[in-house]
C-alpha cells in the first residue's frame, strides 16, 4: 500500500468515526485516563472551604492575604492498547468483523490523543506480538493500517482480509505478562478481545479489576450461540469468490464453545449495535 492509498484509507476511517460517533468527544481522555502527577499552576486567595494543605505559608507571610497553590495534572499519558488477533475475532455482523471493530476504536483513540496531548501504543497478538512505536492523531492510524497490510490482515484496497492465513495463538501466559509489565509501569492499559483463547482466566480475571486496566470483550452474534459447537465459514463480501476461511479447520472450533467468564471491569461491546457510541460512553 504506497502513501496516497493509506492516506485514502485513513480518511475513511475518519469520516466513518465521526459519522458513528455522535457523541464524540476529546473531554473522554481527559475525564477517564488521569496523569501522572500534578504541576503547580498558580495561585490563589484562599477562601473558605479551600484545602489548608495547599496553602503557601510564605507568600501568606509577605502579604495580608492567605494564598494557595493550584495545580493542573499532568498528561502526556501513554495509553496502550493490546488487540487480539484471535481466530474468532474474524466473525461478525453485516460485514463488520470483531477484528475490524477493533481496529476502529484504535485510530479513535489515536484521533482523540492527538487532541489532548496523549499517546497511543498498539500492540498485536497473532503467533507473535507486534508492537508499534507510540503515536497519536493520523501518524498513528497511517502506522496501524501499514502494519496490519504488512501482516496480511487488510488487504491493499483497505478491506479485511477473511482468509487469512492459520497461525499458531500467541501463548496466553506471555500476553498476560505483557499486560502486567504495563500496568507495573502505570500505564493506561485498554484491552480489546473476545477472551477466546486465555488457558488462565483466573489470573486474567485479576488483572482485570486493576485500577488502571480496561477490558472490553468484543462479540458478535455468533457469540450468542455459545451452547451449540459449530464451524464457521465467512465470506468477504467485496470478493466475487466466496472464500471459506480458516475457522472449520481449527479444533478450537470443532468443540462446544462457551464465552468466557469474565469479572472485573470489562465491557461488552457488540459489533450488531453502535459499539463505537458505546465504547465512548464507557469512557466518559
Known amino acids: 500500500m504506497n502513501l496516497k492509498e493509506v492516506e485514502k484509507v485513513v480518511a475513511g476511517i475518519q469520516s466513518q468515526l465521526f459519522k458513528n460517533s455522535n457523541s464524540y468527544s476529546i473531554g473522554m481522555l481527559k475525564s477517564h485516563f488521569k496523569g501522572s502527577g500534578l ?5 490563589q486567595v484562599y477562601v473558605h472551604g479551600d484545602d489548608v494543605r495547599f496553602i503557601d505559608w510564605k507568600l501568606s507571610a509577605k502579604t495580608r492575604n492567605s494564598y494557595i497553590k493550584t495545580f493542573e495534572e499532568e498528561r502526556n499519558i501513554e495509553i496502550v492498547v493490546l488487540i487480539d488477533l484471535s481466530y474468532s475475532m474474524f466473525t461478525g455482523y453485516k460485514n463488520v468483523s470483531k477484528i475490524q471493530a477493533s481496529f476502529e476504536i484504535a485510530c479513535l483513540l489515536y484521533l482523540l490523543a492527538k487532541e489532548t496531548n496523549d499517546q497511543v501504543k498498539v500492540i498485536l497478538w497473532t503467533d507473535r506480538e507486534y508492537s508499534l512505536p507510540s503515536k497519536s492523531g493520523k501518524e498513528g492510524i497511517v502506522q496501524l493500517i501499514s502494519t496490519i497490510e504488512k501482516i496480511n490482515i487488510l488487504k491493499s484496497n483497505g478491506n479485511i482480509n477473511y482468509s487469512f492465513p492459520l497461525f499458531e495463538p500467541y501463548n496466553s501466559q ?13 500505564k493506561e492499559v485498554i484491552l480489546l478481545s473476545d477472551f477466546s483463547l486465555y488457558e488462565d482466566m483466573d489470573e486474567l480475571n485479576k488483572i482485570l479489576i486493576r485500577r488502571k486496566m480496561h477490558g472490553f470483550r468484543i462479540l458478535s452474534p455468533l457469540d450468542e450461540y455459545n451452547e451449540k459447537p459449530y464451524s464457521c465459514v465467512a465470506f468477504d463480501p467485496h470478493s466475487r469468490f466466496s472464500e471459506k476461511i480458516f475457522m472449520n479447520k481449527s479444533s478450537f472450533f470443532k468443540e462446544k464453545r462457551k464465552i468466557p467468564r469474565v469479572k472485573g471491569r470489562v465491557l461488552d461491546l457488540n459489533v450488531k449495535e453502535r459499539y463505537l457510541e458505546v465504547f465512548i460512553k464507557q469512557m466518559l
Open 174 to 186: 506471555k500476553k498476560l505478562s505483557t499486560i502486567k509489565a504495563f500496568l507495573a509501569k502505570n
Open 39 to 43: 504541576q503547580f499552576k498558580d495561585h
